[in-house]
T-cell receptor, first 109, second 115 residues
Framework: GQNIDQPTEMTATEGAIVQINCTYQ??????LFWYQQHAGEAPTFLSY??LDGLEEKGRFSSFLSRSKGYSYLLLKELQMKDSASYLC??????????WGAGTKLIIKP | IAGITQAPTSQILAAGRRMTLRCTQD?????MYWYRQDLGLGLRLIHY???????GKGEVPDGYSVSRANTDDFPLTLASAVPSQTSVYFC??????????????FGPGTRLTVL
């Protein structure tokens, strides 16, 4: 079956670094996405990985290992505005996205 | 219009009533999607359309129908609403292709309560 697992909730301190993990089991793989969703708002695109390795974009980086069915999102120099849910999604064989339930990240001063 | 708009923003509906959620995009994306988001669950695909004139069923299509008469509009209809359809509904769009990112862009959502 199709399955994407992420931790339900994480807490981190302002200025610190946090890593949000995502493991997946899907019938196909055509890329992995990370989205950010603030409470009451729509998801917004953060990153895309289709090849193994690290993609860096400012304070955010995303890593992929296809052989392990594993990805992580790394957030550096955390700011209070980073408090949000982070959604992992895999694009399946039919190019539809399969979504994890999301990780709620709480940033404390 | 810039991006994707949805209407209404929120709605309270009596069970058994018919309801259409509207979605319009101005990015000329050929693919559009309807998702529902429920607490503790990931976004679940209801219906999608890869191009104007075609539609397909997603993971949870029962009780919903869609149409795609043109590129910009993708309405979602609940023929006879039931309380289990209480949810937040997101419309999204993307370029459709087999290479590249093709990220999905989301509308602001419609919060629907069925009593």
């Amino acid at each position: 079956g199709q399955n994407i697992d992420q931790p339900t909730e994480m807490t981190a301190t302002e200025g610190a670094i946090v890593q949000i993990n995502c493991t997946y089991q899907t019938s196909g793989f055509n890329g992995l996405f990370w989205y950010q969703q603030h409470a009451g708002e729509a998801p917004t695109f953060l990153s895309y990985n289709v090849l193994d390795g690290l993609e860096e974009k400012g304070r955010f980086s995303s890593f992929l290992s296809r052989s392990k069915g594993y990805s992580y999102l790394l957030l550096k120099e955390l700011q209070m505005k980073d408090s949000a849910s982070y959604l992992c999604a895999v694009r399946d064989w039919d190019y539809q996205l399969i979504w994890g339930a999301g990780t709620k990240l709480i940033i404390k001063p | 219009i810039a991006g994707i708009t949805q209407a209404p923003t929120s709605q309270i509906l009596a069970a058994g009533r018919r309801m259409t959620l509207r979605c319009t995009q101005d990015m000329r994306h050929n693919a559009m999607y309807w998702y529902r988001q429920d607490l503790g669950l990931g976004l679940r695909l209801i219906h999608y359309s890869n191009t104007a004139g075609t539609t397909g069923k997603g993971e949870v299509p029962d009780g919903y129908s869609v149409s795609r008469a043109n590129t910009d509009d993708f309405p979602l209809t609940l023929a006879s609403a039931v309380p289990s359809q209480t949810s937040v509904y997101f419309c999204a769009s993307s370029d459709q292709g087999t290479s590249g990112n093709n990220e999905q862009f989301f509308g602001p959502g419609t919060r629907l309560t069925v009593l």
